[in-house]
Every structure is written in C-alpha cells, then in structure tokens.
C-alpha cells in the first residue's frame, strides 16, 4: 500500500509561482516512477509531468513545457512540482500519483498506469 499526501496548493495570480509537494509512505518510495495530472470539472483527467525513480527520465505534457518542472527527492519520499509563469487554464485539482510497474525508467503519461493517488490539491489562478 500507498499513501500519497499533496500540499503547496492554493491562490496565485496569474505570472506567478508555485511549488506543489506529494509525501509518499507505505513502500519503497524510491523504486517506482512518479506522475502529476490535474482536473477540472467536467473533464478528464490531464498528464502534467512524470518523473522515473532516480530523476533519469522526465515527460511533460505540452500545455506546461517549459513553465513546470517536476523533481523528486528520494530521502525524503518527496516529488515535487515547480510551477512557474502560471495562467488562469492552469487552474485545476493538481493529484500526485505512483507507478508500482516494474519499469522504473518509465514517465508513464496515462493515468490508467498509475496504481496509487493522492486526494489532490486545488490550484487557482487568478487574472
């Protein structure tokens, strides 16, 4: 089992930053790959960024290249995500999730690979 907490969220304006945290517990937080999605009402689930097991490898979805930056700490069962120059279409419920796959280089994009999600943390951004 695993149990992942998202913190960081909360009311920014637009242009402005953001660093959003997910604690992990309950497995070895250092042997799976890590994944951000967002969601707003009424639409699916979208990948913001994925990271493997040691950092090696990292994916972004299009609409933040560029703005987000995912990373992981592993001693501390941390991944983090570094969100800069917001805009109000970044505004959404920001969950963090794990990949207990055995591919640990993987960035896995879709949410149906992921095994375990956080309760998520709400992100607006203001005009």
């Known amino acids: 089992q695993v149990r992942l907490v998202e913190t960081g969220g909360g009311l920014v304006q637009a242009g402005g930053s953001l660093r959003l945290s997910c604690a992990a517990s309950?497995?070895?937080?250092?042997?799976?790959?890590m994944g951000w999605f967002r969601q707003t009402p009424g639409k699916e689930r979208e990948f913001v960024a994925a990271?493997?097991?040691?950092?090696?490898?990292?994916a972004y979805g299009n609409p933040v290249k560029g703005r987000f930056t995912i990373d992981r700490d592993n001693a501390k069962n941390t991944v983090y995500l570094q969100m800069n120059s917001l805009k109000p279409e970044d505004t959404a419920v920001y969950y963090c999730?794990?990949?207990?796959?055995?591919?640990?280089?993987?960035?896995?994009?879709?949410?149906?690979?992921?095994?375990?999600w956080g309760q998520g943390t709400q992100v607006i951004v203001s005009c």
């Open positions: 999730a794990a990949d207990l796959s055995v591919d640990i280089q993987s960035t896995p994009i879709k949410s149906d690979e992921y095994h375990y």
């Open positions: 990271i493997s097991w040691n950092g090696g490898n990292r």
């Open positions: 309950g497995r070895t937080f250092t042997m799976f790959p």
